[in-house]
């Protein structure tokens, strides 16, 4: 039986690494699940795969979440302390599938314990790749990747020498909004924002997407994760999603990695790995398929592709700066305070601003210095909501 905790259990990735979980409940010991509001689910969940431990990212949930497991023998804990305490539960694999920076801590204190991890929470790179992947090597522990691009780039890579890699691809669906006119993107709103043309995903990816901000994540992700140069990774805007990743050799190769849409195959990647196992997916029909199709992404459509360029150059803390701020203005859109092309601005602003103070390029990525230039990105960041033209 292989021990196992999935953060973030109660959200679309984790519903779906418990949902492979379940189809095999006599192979897995579920250690902990973790998750925010939804304790009903979250109750349910470690009912069902007799978890030893169910934690609510808040502490106002704590009594709800108790009653709810009252009969059984599950331990109930609150908070974000809570959540980190739960990673030093020893398991032979955890999944954080929390959303946002909040998923940093958890992930270092797993990688302490030497827990391989599957990482589908790409907030915690952008914003600290050299600590975290830092901490893996210093205690011996292995990093996944979850997010569908890097399990392809990841697949791709298998026997290859990163020496011989030329360049990565990551395809991007588009989003929500790659058909409006770029003048009409002004007046996008929430629900316009929230679905996704080919992804059942929560609902800030999704946005994420619409805003692409999630694939300008997902460059920072590449690079941090594969330790490739920036100008050696690009972005490809491929509409039907089925194509996820490409790697390029230095003898013209390019390794595709095509599959479903569905995120139980990377996540199932990386639950069995260095193995694959069956999985309950989609098999393609390419001849039904027919044709897939390429499209170079539209700068001006996609300002937040620009963005990452920029914090790749400037590298050092600019990655927590830039998530940051990210999350704050997506909190903001979210609120309906700010409107959609605003979120741009606010992370273009807060960088800015942070960078005109100095220190960031140069400063040593610890988890204080990471977590104080967090917090100053969002106080910064609700600053320019008033600065908005
Ligand atoms: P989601 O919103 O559906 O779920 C998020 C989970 O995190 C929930 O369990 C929630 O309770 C928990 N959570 C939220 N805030 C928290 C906090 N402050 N502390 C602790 N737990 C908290 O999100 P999702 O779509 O499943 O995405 C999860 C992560 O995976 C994100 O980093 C996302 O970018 C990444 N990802 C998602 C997909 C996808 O298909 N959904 C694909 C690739 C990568
Ligand atoms: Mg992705």
Redesign the pocket.
């Known amino acids: 039986m292989r021990r196992i905790t999935v953060?973030?259990?109660?959200?679309?990735?984790?519903q779906s690494a418990l949902d492979l979980v379940a189809r095999d409940a006599e192979g897995y010991d579920v250690v902990a699940l973790?998750?925010?509001?939804?304790v009903v689910q979250l109750a349910a969940d470690a009912r069902r795969l007799n978890a030893d431990l169910a934690v609510t990212?808040y502490p106002e949930c704590y009594k709800e979440l108790k009653d709810l497991l009252a009969d059984t023998e599950v331990e109930v804990a609150a908070g974000?302390d809570a959540?980190a305490q739960a990673a030093t539960r020893p398991v032979d694999w955890a999944l954080s599938?929390?959303?946002?920076a909040?998923?940093l801590v958890p992930g270092l204190e797993a990688l302490s314990h030497g827990t391989t991890l599957a990482l589908?929470?790409?907030?915690s790179l952008v914003t600290a790749g050299p600590l975290l992947l830092g901490r893996a090597k210093a205690y011996g522990a292995t990093v996944l990747p979850?997010?569908?691009e890097h399990s392809a780039v990841f697949q791709a890579l298998v026997g290859e020498h990163m020496a011989a890699v030329e360049r990565v691809i990551i395809t991007a669906s588009g989003g929500a909004f790659r058909d409006w006119p770029v003048e009409k993107l002004v007046t996008a709103t929430l629900a316009q924002a929230s679905s996704h043309p080919n992804?059942?995903?929560?609902?800030?990816?999704t946005i994420?997407s619409a805003s692409m901000f999630?694939k300008a994540m997902e460059l920072i992700e590449t690079k941090e994760f594969f330790n490739v140069s920036a100008d050696k990774i690009e972005v490809l805007i491929h509409r039907e999603s089925l194509i996820h990743a490409m790697v390029g050799f230095h003898d013209g190769a390019l390794m595709a990695h095509v599959g479903p849409p569905d995120?139980r195959h990377a996540i199932g990647y990386a639950l069995h790995w260095p193995e694959r196992k069956a999985l309950p997916v989609e098999r393609l029909d390419l001849a039904k398929i027919g044709s897939l199709t390429f499209e170079a992404p539209d700068d001006a459509r996609y300002p937040a592709l620009s963005i990452a360029k920029r914090v790749m150059a400037e590298g050092g803390l600019s990655g927590a700066v830039f998530n940051a701020a990210k999350e704050h203005a997506l909190d903001g859109f979210i609120a309906g305070d700010i409107g959609f092309l605003d979120m741009s601005k606010v992370v273009s602003m807060t960088l800015d601003k942070m960078s005109s103070l100095g220190g960031l390029q140069n400063a040593q990525i610890t988890l204080d210095n990471v977590l104080e230039t967090d917090r100053l990105a969002r106080i910064y960041a609700a600053e320019t909501f008033s600065q908005l033209g």
Not at 34 to 38: H, I, M, S
Request: charged share 20%; aromatic share 6%; net charge negative.
């Open positions: 953060f973030g259990a109660t959200g679309s990735v984790g973790t998750g925010g509001r939804n990212c974000p959540i599938a929390i959303v946002g909040a998923g589908a929470n790409k907030e979850v997010d569908s992804w059942d995903m929560g609902q800030r990816i994420d999630n995120m």
